[in-house]
């Protein structure tokens, strides 16, 4: 099993400790395509354009600054150093040892620097958009993905892949359709089903730590689907040959966030 996230916009820099460890993350094989990632987020971070570069305000120049020397900055796994309601509503910290191994074992973060990264892998914390446009080397989706399907298609294998992404962060990998399930959330309102992105993403945060915490991972489309329903409304629409299967939850027109 497979659960692709994606990352906060925001992260939590790690108050101290050691640099990251390139040799230690997840997919060695994306290691000089991070490097030279890094090297062309510090040298635009450094220039009087950056902020506009970036697409970020005035008020992340701190974090814009961070980036130009990340590889001194303090590291922190990256389930401490992404944050947002759907890391909020994954609550890591809250599942048992045993799901945190799962967890470790099965998400992986897909991100604009590092490309995708393991639950546990530290990590800096930094400031890039997969839609940002670097010199050098374009939009990031695009040149990502040339070297994600690979490596993350060979990572999920015949296996189920659970894909909570936004669209941003999924026009950087496309896994095989047949074995993968994209979740996509709507609120009844008024009677008809609408798209609610912050809903979306408390409730993908959801779904990853329900499956996360049962005793058996589901080990299909349908599998999946009587997992979710056992929580929400869903249903399952089929993959066809270039898209994956889509789960659509349906929230109540009443429905409130769950704190963990």
């Not at 896994?175 to 993968?180: G, H, K, L, S």
């Not at 089929?238 to 109540?252: M, V």
Request: glycine share 8%.
């Amino acid at each position: 099993m497979l659960i692709l996230l994606p990352p906060s916009e925001g992260k939590k820099p790690a108050a101290a400790g050691p640099a990251y460890d390139a040799e230690t993350l997840a997919f060695p094989e994306l290691s000089a395509d991070r490097a030279e990632v890094l090297q062309a987020l510090a040298a635009v971070s450094g220039q009087e354009d950056a902020l506009e570069v970036l697409g970020v305000g005035v008020s992340l120049a701190g974090e814009v600054t961070r980036n130009i020397a990340l590889h001194q900055e303090p590291a922190a796994p990256a389930h401490e150093v992404y944050t947002g309601v759907l890391f909020e509503a994954l609550g890591y910290h809250s599942l048992t040892a045993a799901q945190r191994r799962t967890a470790d074992a099965s998400v992986v973060v897909v991100s604009a620097l590092w490309g995708a990264v393991g639950f546990a892998d530290r990590i800096p914390a930094y400031r890039l958009s997969m839609s940002v446009k670097l010199p050098g080397i374009g939009k990031l989706a695009s040149w990502w993905k040339s070297r994600l399907n690979p490596v993350l298609g060979e990572r999920a294998g015949d296996g189920l892949v659970i894909d909570c992404r936004s669209s941003t962060y999924a026009a950087a990998f496309t896994p095989p359709p047949q074995n993968t399930v994209a979740v996509s959330v709507f609120q009844l309102r008024g009677g008809r089903r609408k798209v609610v992105s912050h809903f979306a993403k408390h409730t993908r945060g959801e779904v990853a730590r329900h499956v996360l915490a049962r005793r058996s991972a589901p080990g299909s489309p349908e599998a999946l689907l009587k997992a979710v329903q056992e929580k929400w409304d869903a249903e399952l629409v089929p993959a066809t040959a270039k898209k994956a299967h889509q789960l659509n939850i349906i929230l109540p027109e009443d429905h409130s966030f769950a704190t963990k």
